[in-house]
């Protein structure tokens, strides 16, 4: 099975490189090739809402820069891992610019789910998604906007997040963590 790590550490942000490490390490051990990419290394503009993705060229976004290379990449992957600092009950600005880049991995038609209105996928199937958001400090309050958040990205993806927050304290502790988090992919995939 083939793993892509998103990693939305913010430029100078080196916290994470540890994390990223020990997330790669855990998937190997489990048996798939792993790629990550740190977000802020690549050219990666914001999507500008001109829905050329549906319209001039289906699927494929209109901006030429990595954002398109990173669609591919993602649709063609069985995990995808999202980490990325919690911020404000979000994630980062690296991991959400890159993300609003995978509209084209959607139909601009739309479908009732549940009584809610999403759009219909382009595929048959997405890749499984862990989101792991590392938070420096207990937060409850911002802990529970980020697993809302999970959920509500999952129902766009046809397909349930799992993962949730990761209190950054120890590296024993954080691997502990990690691993939790990795093994609910573990089960879900086999």
Excluded at 3 to 13: C, H, R, S
Excluded at 143 to 165: A, C, D, M, V
Aim: aromatic residues 8%; neutral net charge; contains cysteine.
């Amino acid at each position: 099975m083939k793993a892509l790590i998103l990693n939305g550490a913010l430029k100078g942000d080196k916290s994470m490189t540890t994390i990223n490490k020990l997330a790669e390490e855990i998937l190997i051990e489990q048996g798939h090739e792993v790629e990550s990419i740190l977000l802020h290394e690549k050219e990666i503009g914001e999507c500008i809402g001109c829905f050329g993705c549906w319209v001039k060229s289906p699927g494929i976004c209109v901006i030429d820069d990595y954002g398109r290379i990173l669609t591919e990449t993602i649709i063609n992957r069985d995990i995808v891992i999202y980490l990325t600092p919690v911020v404000y009950g979000g994630y980062s600005s690296e991991l959400k610019k890159a993300l609003d880049r995978t509209i084209p991995l959607l139909l601009p038609f739309f479908k009732k789910i549940n009584g809610e209105v999403h759009h219909k996928e382009r595929y048959k199937s997405y890749p499984n998604v862990i989101v792991l958001g590392i938070m420096s400090h207990e937060d409850n309050e911002m802990e529970e906007i980020f697993n809302s958040l999970i959920k509500r990205n999952s129902l766009n993806w046809y397909n349930s997040f799992s993962g949730g927050t990761i209190k950054n304290i120890s590296g024993k502790d954080i691997k502990y963590q990690l691993k939790e988090k990795l093994n609910i992919m573990e089960v879900r995939t086999c």
